[in-house]
């Protein structure tokens, strides 16, 4: 792989993980892996961001949380879950402050396996998130382009 | 007074990758007053301790915390070992603790990126993570996971490390050394970071024991407190001396951990040459009946876990004290006073490990 036509920005958010994934994540970031290379840039701003990179299980304090980060985000948006938390909760599912993955709350686009997730598996579950995504935007794209010709 | 103005801190926020939320109660630039609130990774693992059964729940005990996972799976393992009267094989002992060391090793340098990333250097965060993936590559060899290694398991360890990969751990340490020689000089001497860290955050011995505060935390404001001299595991077999710095400031915390890390290069190598032959588990058989503390030292201080057992494979009661919840007090009356600038560099002084606190 040598370019990617978009660098997308990421926004991870922390749900109830055990930091395992986090780590990942951020191990992403640096020399090993470095996918900033390709532009991929960790941002703080959910506005900024075009992928919510969710790690962890949700609960009912986060679960506002969550739901504020998405709907800040502009569209096209991509969800991917990453670590088994994220996907149904994993080792936590049984807890009773453990609502489930985070596909209760958000339409999950990518699920990233593992516990913790590897640094590879992430980093191509961004990948084919960033498929997702410009298809995502074809299809808005589509959409603008008919509702512009209704109206003429 | 001038105008009183609340700032919410998180829980989503760019400096620390977990969720804490903090409301500092802004005087124009300083801190007056910084209130808590927690409970956004709450997942409620003490209770869990009913649903899985004592051997399953060495698994749960490694995924409190992924950073120092293996002393959790530690911790808990000694303290059933200990109900149980299971005397564990001393091969396994010492590699307990040299990767328990390893572990530590490993948050260290991550804490050293996160503090840089902090104050804004970016190139030294980047060099922190990138040593810090050698370490990552030993647990991978010795046990097969770079975070989570599921390797604790009550009678001893599930995986043993040959002679190869022993060798291969000894000349690592050598590079790293190096690495890490050349990295904290940066930490220690360089006049920015210095800018950012020398006199900032001061805490008392005093107000250290009154607080309660544990670890680096405790040692870098000359208290002597380090639960590896109880010699659980192989640490009575090794020498060291706890480190302990006295001024108390962000400064004196960086040195601590930083002269922590060679103390545990030089723990490793001690543990690798000491390491005897024999078998790395013993069978457990029946079930726990009574209850027991133990005390362990992570990266991040002491922490104690607590199991009660009553005869059945399910525990009656599993208590965990993480290091963070213990410096929490002592990181809100560092707080008062200082520039809101410098509420990143604070809050990353105690190295903070939301996930541990709130399980």
Sequence with gaps: MNFIKKSPWILHYDGSSCNGCDIEVLACLTPLYDVERFGVINTGNPKHADILLITGSVNEQNIPVVKQLYEQMAEPRVVVAVGICAATGGIFSECYNVVGGADKVLPVDVYVPGCAARPEAVIDGVMRALAILEEKQKTARCKKGTQEGAGV | MGNRTIIPFGPQHPVLPEPIH????????????????????????????????????TYVAERICGICSFMHGMGYCMSVESIMGVEIPERAAFLRTMWAELSRLQSHFLWMGLLADAFGFESLFMHAWRVRERILDIFEQTTGGRVIFSVCDIGGVRKDANAQALDKILSVMDTLEAETKELTQVFLNDSSVKHRTCGLGMLSGQDAIA??????????????LDMRKLGYAAYGKLSFEPVVETAGDCYARTAVRIREIFQSIDLIRQCVRLMPEGDVIVKVKGNPDGEYFTR???????????????????LDRVRVRTPTFANIPALL???????????PVLILTIDPCISCTER
Excluded: W
């Design chain 2, 211 to 224: 607080l309660g505060a544990v670890g680096p935390m405790a040692r870098a404001s000359g208290v002597d």
């Design chain 2, 22 to 57: 903090l409301d500092l109660v802004l005087d124009d630039e300083t801190v007056v007053e910084a209130i808590p609130s927690i409970g956004y990774i709450h997942r409620g693992l003490e209770k869990l301790v009913e649903k899985k059964d004592y051997l399953q729940y």
């Design chain 2, 296 to 314: 362990l030292e992570q990266p991040r201080g002491e922490v104690i876990y607590y199991s009660k057992a009553n005869g059945t494979k399910f």
């Design chain 2, 333 to 343: 009356e560092t707080l008062k006073g200082c520039t809101l600038a410098d509420v």
